[in-house]
């Protein structure tokens, strides 16, 4: 069984849209990240990224994860790391 998941992209019926409302801002970001993620979509668009582009998305994505999450939440959520 996968340890990720991508249940909401494939689930989602509502307005994909930002702007409105926080509830639909936030509803259309995962459903953006989790299209973003798709392995297809993913290893196309990261060839053709400059290597600035990367740094500046690996250090966004750094920030964001030191941030809001713990240590434990780090481990558990996003390396999927139940053992630390």
Do not use: A, C, W
Not at 6 to 21: A, C, I, K
Request: net charge negative; hydrophobic share 35%.
């Amino acid at each position: 069984m996968p340890i990720h998941s991508h249940d909401f992209v494939e689930n989602y019926q509502g307005l994909v849209g930002y702007g409105l409302d926080r509830e639909t801002d936030e509803n259309t970001l995962i459903y953006y990240l989790q299209k973003l993620s798709d392995d297809r979509l993913i290893k196309h668009l990261i060839k053709k990224m400059s290597d600035q582009e990367l740094d500046e998305l690996f250090d966004r994505i750094n920030l964001l994860l030191k941030k809001y999450l713990s240590e434990i939440e780090y481990h558990s959520l996003f390396l999927k790391d139940d053992h630390h």
